[in-house]
């Protein structure tokens, strides 16, 4: 089993819709967890940490279901500009684990 | 504005060459790691160092060496480049005080001919 899994897409969506990823991780000892952002030819950008209780910015959300081992991101009112591949990362310790990334096209 | 700088945007070298992926951070963070990036494959760690003089093996270490003399400076060398050592290459830190994530390089896309 991967360390980190995430359903690659691609997720094509319109203007002002509502979506949502998931990502499992298969070691529970893991400690933090990240949602990150990677145009495409650029480096992975960090868009929010993930906390236990769940967490907000903006028109994103983040939730951790540390029993199932998942996390998830919620994008709402996309935006063109939303067009991206985002990256689950977990972390032990220092050494941080990422996924293969979803990939998201917003379309007008 | 904190930054992580790697030397090159773009490489393109022979088989068979000694090659140097440069990467300087500017934020005092003790962590330092080397990726390499292939579609569908996702992040591969290849080396990280937690200190200076200090290294350790990611998952994928084969045809890579490292090296940190300074803390700022973490060094990537393919001893002899091979065509299945083309990538993108990704250099990050990151702070063991405050775990805020890394802060990667703009990459450095190495194709070896």
């Known amino acids: 089993r991967k360390e980190v899994e995430q359903d690659p897409g691609p997720f094509n969506v319109p203007e002002g819709a509502t979506v949502a990823f998931n990502c499992t991780y298969s070691n529970s000892a893991s400690q933090s967890f990240f949602w990150y952002r990677q145009d495409c030819r650029k480096e992975p950008k960090l868009l929010m940490s993930v906390y236990s209780s769940g967490n907000e910015d903006g028109r994103f959300t983040a939730q951790l279901n540390r029993a199932s081992q998942y996390i998830s991101l919620l994008i709402r009112d996309s935006k063109l500009s939303d067009s991206a591949t985002y990256l689950c990362?977990?972390?032990?310790?220092?050494?941080?684990?990422f996924g293969a990334g979803t990939r998201l096209t917003v379309k007008p | 504005d904190v930054k992580v700088t790697q030397s090159s945007r773009y490489l393109v070298k022979r088989t068979g060459e000694k090659v140097f992926l440069e990467c300087v951070q500017d934020m005092d963070h003790e962590n330092m790691f080397w990726y390499r990036q292939d579609p569908g494959l996702g992040l591969r760690l290849i080396y990280f160092s937690y200190d200076v003089k200090m290294k350790e093996k990611g998952d994928i270490p084969e045809g890579y060496s490292v090296s940190r003399e300074k803390k700022e400076r973490f060094s990537l060398i393919l001893e002899s480049a091979s065509t299945n050592q083309t990538s993108m290459y990704l250099c990050?830190?990151?702070?063991?005080?405050?775990?805020?994530?890394?802060?990667f390089g703009s990459g450095t896309r190495l194709t070896v001919v």
């Open positions: 990362v977990f972390s032990l310790r220092n050494d941080m684990r």
């Open positions: 990050a830190s990151s702070s063991t005080v405050a775990n805020y994530g890394y802060t």
